[in-house]
């Protein structure tokens, strides 16, 4: 299978836009961030000449894009159990767990899902220059379920074109705090970083456009009578802690969120109730519609049968 992408020759047909931008859009299985590291690079040019990504474009003129072969990083593989949804020679589907963390970073230098993944498929390669472990999408943390991850570049850069479409079916299952009212509806508030806290997301009014629908499958009471609400939750846009933000924002944050959830006393949550139950895709070569499903993970279904079923409001 022939992998590696050729060099791409845009005329631009429009003038006034960052180059940044017009490449990004014009070439959909390229990311912003990557289309940015690139230009950095000198690997996009426009006229012949070497520009910043700020850079406005005037109609008539013509861009190379050229991604270079992939430099090896240095990654530990390390031979952590996975959960196998579903693999082919071209992707691999998993269940993440909760508690692990997707990538290396400050305080998680091993044990990560890159960590995991680099072990069970060794020579995987990404876009921009890099050997990336074909990481397509994220998870907190603290959340469990349906994670893609592209077995070589081609397969990656189409992966993530999906997303960036907003073409994928991302549906959670989720449990919050209260009696949500309605049994459906649709937050359409935008998310942004927290100017107080930069480690959190916020609602913001200067945000970028966030939706999240949901559906009401089951009210409950715990011991103790306090209320809540599971939901079924699909994903319209995707951004960093969406669904915890918007309903934390609604006032029916997480059950277990200790980040957005409202102060108050101990409960006996693992964890963030927030499972990526289902995942709707298309095979990256052959374009074959996918879907895939991860049952609600041992630590949240025997949280949740602690609780009572509400039978009404």
Wanted: aromatic content about 6%; some cysteine.
């Amino acid at each position: 299978m022939n992998d590696e992408r050729g060099p791409e020759l845009l005329t631009v047909t429009r003038g006034g836009e960052r180059v940044d931008r017009y490449v990004a859009a014009a070439l959909a299985d390229l990311s912003r961030t990557a289309v940015q590291r690139l230009i950095e690079a000198g690997a996009i040019t426009v006229n012949g000449s070497a520009v910043q990504v700020s850079h406005k474009m005037q109609a008539g003129d013509v861009i190379f894009v050229s991604v270079p072969e992939p430099e090896p990083v240095a990654l530990l593989a390390e031979a952590i159990p996975l959960d196998v949804l579903y693999e082919d020679r071209d992707m691999l589907v998993i269940s993440k767990a909760a508690g692990m963390v997707v990538h290396p970073g400050a305080g998680h230098s091993g044990g990560t899902l890159v960590n995991a993944i680099l072990a069970h498929c060794p020579d995987l390669s990404g876009v921009g220059g890099e050997i990336r472990p074909g990481i397509v999408h994220r998870l907190d943390r603290n959340t469990s379920g349906v994670m893609v991850v592209a077995k070589h570049d081609l397969a990656l850069r189409r992966l993530q074109a999906q997303f960036k479409r907003r073409t994928v079916r991302k549906r959670y299952t989720a449990l919050v705090v209260g009696f949500v009212p309605q049994d459906d509806g649709m937050i359409e508030a935008p998310i942004g970083r927290d100017r107080r806290h930069r480690q959190r997301m916020a609602v913001r009014g200067d945000g970028k456009p966030s939706r999240t629908r949901w559906h009401v499958v089951t009210r409950y009471r715990d011991a103790d009578g306090r209320r809540y609400t599971l939901l079924d939750v699909q994903l319209l846009t995707g951004r960093t802690h969406q669904i915890r933000v918007h309903f934390s924002w609604m006032g029916y944050p997480l059950a277990g969120d200790a980040v957005y959830g409202l102060s108050g006393p101990a409960t006996a949550w693992p964890r963030q109730f927030l499972h990526s139950r289902e995942l709707e895709i298309d095979h990256p070569v052959s374009g074959e519609p996918l879907r895939f499903e991860a049952p609600l993970p041992a630590d949240l279904h025997e949280a949740l049968g602690t609780l009572t079923e509400v039978m009404s409001l």
